[in-house]
């Protein structure tokens, strides 16, 4: 069973620039999470999907960060335009529909110059 | 408030030592689960611990909800044990994950 696809691996830009990134959740998989994990910290969750659907996304700066899952799979997490404390991994994560076993992705690292 | 603590935030073992690592959690927190994060960032499930005890060869971990606390236990550690632990808890009510802060664990060979 493939795990949970993420992309880029590495990002570098510079500030009030945009960057997309990209995550295919595990094939069956209903609820698509995106989390923001600074340097030190654990991950905090910026968005939760189940399905096309947004159930929780009270801690994603919405002025700058956007996210979609077109047809219940694919989803992308938009920043526009990005701030050097947005500086972070962001980790995709998926489960099978509720409170149980969530799988990662290898995360994406983004440095804002 | 603190929904979950973990304790201690830097561990440094010799190879071969056992480890406990432990995880405090609020009232509001359940369905406790336990992540390795390896130096490439990549997060793996170790265990989905709600209550009781789970092994998994030379790791084990037991939650003991009524008193809010799980801990995690490694025995003769492996330099490929290094890396950052994480517990993590759902906020009742909700499906949203909140992680503890991690025990950076470092095991010399």
């Known amino acids: 069973e493939a795990g949970v696809a993420q992309s880029p691996r590495y990002k570098i830009i510079e500030k009030r620039q945009s960057v997309a990134f990209w995550c295919n959740p595990i094939s069956g998989h209903a609820t698509l999470y995106w989390y923001q994990q600074i340097l030190g910290q654990g991950p905090k969750l910026l968005i939760q999907?189940?399905?096309?659907?947004?159930?929780?996304d009270s801690q994603l700066p919405k002025d700058r960060f956007s996210a979609e899952r077109l047809k219940g799979v694919d989803s992308t997490l938009k920043i526009q335009p990005a701030k050097l404390e947005d500086s972070a991994v962001y980790l995709c994560a998926s489960s099978f529909w509720g409170p149980e076993t969530q799988y990662f992705g290898p995360g994406t690292r983004l440095l804002v110059l | 408030g603190i929904q979950v603590e973990q304790s201690p935030p830097d561990l440094i073992l010799q190879e071969g030592a056992n480890s406990t690592l432990r995880c405090n959690f609020s009232d509001s927190v359940n369905n406790l689960q336990w992540f390795h994060q390896n130096p490439w960032v990549q997060l793996i499930n170790l265990f989905y611990?709600?209550?009781g005890t789970k092994q998994n060869g030379r790791l084990s971990a037991t939650t003991v909800a009524t008193e809010r606390y799980s801990l995690l236990y490694i025995s003769s550690s492996q330099t490929t044990d290094s890396g950052v632990y994480f517990c993590?808890?759902?906020?009742?009510?909700?499906?949203?994950?909140?992680f503890g802060q991690g025990t950076r664990l470092t095991i010399n060979p």
């Open positions: 993590a808890g759902y906020i009742q009510g909700a499906q949203k994950l909140v």
């Open positions: 611990i709600p209550s």
């Open positions: 999907f189940q399905n096309n659907g947004v159930v929780d």
